[in-house]
């Protein structure tokens, strides 16, 4: 009964490769492929031996098998007689890798490639940019599009044209309708799902001043964990579970994305994320989700339950609760203490009409931008990645000194001159010097007004003279 069912399994499945769009099952390569091959291994030798090193030339996937098109099809050129597209998009892998593709197409990655509108966007098209490189700017295509994805047109000469392509960005949106690029990750033509669990591929994308996880992982005691036993972590293993495969080195793959003992392999990397830290406010990332459109939001406690499974292969179930204990400690903190206030001052000047219309027009934008986009962020994320320097000095000390010395003084002089100034304006900007006022005198930020209350300036004074005793050097008495 077992050996009927098997085969009739093998021959539903051979059936359904028979037309073009169905997943692929070779025997041998196909004759396209092998005539694509004749001709590349002198042409492109490199691509040829990527492709010999890879799963695919093992499974007799060859270029036609990924490249093959139709007349009439996004994107398709013909080539040597035979119909190809160039771009290889998750559609094409979704043959073979439908489970995967669906993951990736419900995830944030996949809604990279939409940043027009936001701020950053507006920073590289704008601010940074001019309108001289094909009509629009060199910085968007060269910066961002590498990174978030380009959106894909196709020339009058049937190829893609020099403003979208060549582009890997993992949100990058494609002819064919489809979101992302594999390649991204899993760099072609060896597609490796070893060089993939490596930091080092996400390090594209996720460092620098306003998202440096990168280099926070490298501070935290994962990434040194992973630097000195990056030998022993078996990652080419086709499995790579957590806990069985190794123990040591975790890298971003593990926790966000690979399997373990009770959990698949996913590709949807927010699978296992508890709070969404990219704006001004952190929130919970189902509300996200939601905006973005995408289907059946986890809530939040399922993925903190998630990535607690993970924690678990290594640690006690205690050590994951302190942790998140102290991260989640750390996103009130400056929820209620910046990123709130700070929001609600800068939503009350616009509304006044004390800023302009035109993004980055005045100082304070510039000063509030950073305060969330950079500082904030890296605190948040330094936090959430155990990485200490990136939380305090990186992170809040920034956010701290920027609000005080930078962001409330230009809000209180734009507030000062509209009063000033008298108008319309001036009774608005009356009010938004109201909630500064009482922004600065709430219990968070009473201490810049000189507002302690006694006990507290006690115990602070207490400290310092204890500290005093420990550390500042006395002048040894003179004979």
Same mark, same amino acid.
């Given at each position: 009964? &077992?050996?009927?069912?098997?085969?009739?399994?093998?021959?539903?499945?051979?059936?359904?490769?028979?037309?073009?769009?169905?997943?692929?099952?070779?025997?041998?390569?196909?004759?396209?492929? +092998?005539?694509?091959?004749?001709?590349?291994?002198? +042409?492109?030798?490199?691509?040829?031996?990527?492709?010999?090193?890879?799963?695919?030339?093992?499974?007799?996937?060859?270029?036609?098998?990924?490249?093959?098109?139709? &007349?009439?099809?996004?994107?398709?050129?013909?080539?040597?007689?035979?119909?190809?597209?160039?771009?290889?998009?998750?559609?094409?892998?979704?043959?073979?890798?439908?489970?995967?593709?669906?993951?990736?197409?419900?995830?944030?990655?996949?809604?990279?490639?939409?940043?027009?509108?936001?701020?950053?966007?507006?920073?590289? $098209?704008?601010?940074?940019?001019?309108?001289?490189?094909?009509?629009?700017?060199?910085?968007?295509?060269?910066?961002?599009?590498?990174?978030?994805?380009?959106?894909? /047109?196709?020339?009058?000469?049937?190829?893609?044209?020099?403003? #979208?392509?060549? =582009? #890997?960005?993992?949100?990058?949106?494609?002819?064919?309708?489809?979101?992302?690029?594999?390649? !991204?990750?899993?760099?072609?033509?060896?597609?490796? +799902?070893?060089?993939?669990? @490596?930091? $080092?591929?996400?390090?594209?994308?996720?460092?620098?001043?306003?998202?440096?996880?990168?280099?926070?992982?490298?501070?935290?005691?994962?990434?040194?964990?992973?630097?000195?036993?990056?030998?022993?972590?078996?990652?080419?293993?086709?499995?790579?579970?957590?806990?069985?495969?190794?123990?040591?080195?975790?890298?971003?793959?593990?926790?966000?994305?690979?399997?373990?003992?009770?959990?698949?392999?996913?590709?949807?990397?927010?699978?296992?994320?508890?709070?969404?830290? *990219?704006?001004?406010?952190?929130?919970?990332?189902?509300?996200?989700?939601?905006?973005?459109?995408?289907?059946?939001?986890?809530?939040?406690?399922?993925?903190?339950?998630?990535?607690?499974?993970?924690?678990?292969?290594?640690?006690?179930?205690?050590?994951?609760?302190?942790?998140?204990?102290?991260?989640?400690?750390?996103?009130?903190?400056?929820?209620?203490?910046?990123?709130?206030?700070?929001?609600?001052?800068?939503?009350?000047?616009?509304?006044?009409?004390?800023?302009?219309?035109? !993004?980055?027009?005045?100082?304070?934008?510039?000063?509030?931008?950073?305060?969330?986009?950079?500082?904030?962020?890296?605190?948040?994320?330094?936090?959430?990645?155990?990485?200490?320097?990136?939380?305090?000095?990186?992170?809040?000390?920034?956010?701290?000194?920027?609000?005080?010395?930078?962001?409330?003084?230009?809000?209180?002089?734009?507030?000062?001159?509209?009063?000033?100034?008298?108008?319309? /304006?001036?009774?608005? +900007? @009356?009010?938004?010097?109201?909630?500064?006022?009482?922004?600065?005198?709430?219990? =968070?930020? *009473?201490?810049?007004?000189?507002?302690?209350?006694?006990?507290?300036?006690?115990?602070?004074? *207490?400290?310092?003279?204890?500290?005093?005793?420990?550390?500042?050097?006395?002048?040894?008495?003179?004979?």
């Amino acid at each position: 009964m &077992r050996r009927t069912a098997i085969l009739l399994g093998v021959a539903l499945f051979a059936a359904a490769t028979a037309s073009f769009a169905g997943a692929v099952l070779n025997d041998q390569l196909s004759a396209e492929s +092998a005539a694509c091959i004749e001709c590349h291994r002198q +042409a492109t030798p490199a691509t040829y031996q990527q492709w010999g090193d890879s799963k695919h030339f093992r499974g007799n996937v060859g270029c036609f098998e990924c490249h093959g098109s139709k &007349r009439g099809d996004p994107g398709a050129v013909e080539h040597n007689g035979t119909w190809m597209h160039v771009i290889v998009t998750p559609f094409d892998c979704a043959r073979c890798h439908a489970k995967e593709t669906d993951q990736f197409e419900n995830s944030h990655h996949a809604k990279g490639g939409e940043i027009l509108g936001s701020l950053d966007n507006t920073l590289a $098209e704008v601010v940074e940019g001019n309108k001289a490189f094909l009509g629009g700017s060199a910085l968007l295509v060269n910066g961002c599009q590498q990174c978030h994805g380009s959106t894909v /047109k196709m020339g009058t000469n049937g190829e893609p044209t020099p403003d #979208t392509w060549p =582009n #890997t960005g993992i949100g990058r949106i494609n002819l064919d309708g489809s979101r992302g690029a594999c390649t !991204a990750c899993h760099q072609r033509h060896t597609f490796s +799902a070893a060089q993939a669990r @490596k930091p $080092e591929t996400c390090g594209k994308c996720h460092l620098g001043p306003d998202h440096p996880q990168k280099e926070i992982y490298e501070e935290s005691k994962h990434g040194i964990s992973y630097l000195a036993n990056a030998q022993s972590l078996r990652i080419d293993s086709p499995k790579w579970v957590v806990g069985e495969d190794y123990s040591v080195g975790p890298t971003c793959a593990t926790c966000h994305m690979s399997a373990t003992a009770t959990q698949p392999v996913t590709h949807d990397i927010g699978d296992r994320i508890s709070w969404n830290n *990219r704006p001004a406010v952190s929130i919970r990332p189902e509300t996200a989700d939601l905006k973005l459109g995408l289907k059946n939001p986890i809530p939040w406690q399922q993925r903190r339950k998630n990535m607690e499974d993970v924690c678990s292969a290594c640690h006690s179930a205690a050590f994951a609760d302190s942790f998140y204990t102290q991260y989640d400690g750390l996103i009130d903190l400056y929820n209620d203490k910046f990123g709130k206030p700070g929001s609600a001052i800068f939503d009350a000047l616009q509304k006044a009409g004390l800023i302009g219309d035109t !993004a980055f027009a005045t100082k304070i934008e510039w000063t509030w931008y950073e305060i969330w986009h950079h500082q904030g962020r890296r605190a948040r994320h330094g936090a959430s990645m155990q990485g200490p320097d990136y939380t305090h000095w990186h992170g809040l000390y920034e956010v701290a000194k920027d609000f005080y010395t930078e962001y409330i003084p230009q809000a209180q002089e734009l507030v000062a001159q509209a009063i000033a100034a008298g108008g319309p /304006k001036a009774e608005a +900007a @009356k009010n938004v010097g109201k909630l500064i006022d009482a922004t600065l005198a709430s219990e =968070n930020h *009473r201490w810049f007004l000189g507002q302690m209350t006694p006990e507290e300036r006690a115990e602070r004074k *207490r400290q310092q003279d204890e500290f005093k005793k420990r550390y500042v050097t006395q002048t040894p008495p003179s004979n």
